[in-house]
């Protein structure tokens, strides 16, 4: 933390990192809340519980062409390429380019079905490290 001390009164404030901290008056405490209260925040997204991996294999099976297990990951760049890429190779597939995309996008899938375990816990990491901030 910096030297600077805000002069504002005890309680929760954002410290320098952009992190809800608790004020004592004369320096920062901890992340959490004192035991019994809880700062006004709202709930992140990723505080809804922990992501299953059977409905991430579920998602990608049946709706992989949407990016639908990208999206459940808390993965929504990855969740929109997914949709360009293979729908916009159906829609160039006359051309011969959107062969390639579509190539392309079943390699990703293939990829995904390996590695979609390791996805999920990343995830799940993810959402623990904002309920514990």
């Known amino acids: 933390m910096s030297d600077i001390r805000p002069q504002a009164a005890p309680g929760w404030h954002y410290d320098s990192a952009g992190l809800l901290r608790w004020w004592d008056g004369t320096q920062w405490g901890p992340y959490a809340p004192p035991t019994g209260t ?45 949709i360009v890429l293979w729908w916009g190779g159906w829609a160039t597939a006359f051309v011969g380019v959107g062969v390639l995309l579509i190539i392309g996008v079943l390699i990703w899938f293939v ?12 995830a799940n990491a993810r959402a623990l490290a904002v309920n514990a901030a």
């Open 38 to 82: 809880t700062p006004a925040v709202a709930t992140a997204p990723e505080a809804q519980g922990p992501k299953e991996l059977a409905v991430a294999y579920l998602m990608l099976i049946f709706l992989g062409s949407f990016g639908a297990h990208q999206f459940y990951l808390n993965q929504p760049l990855n969740g929109a390429m997914v």
């Open 111 to 122: 990829v995904d079905l390996c590695l979609l375990p390791s996805y999920v816990r990343a």
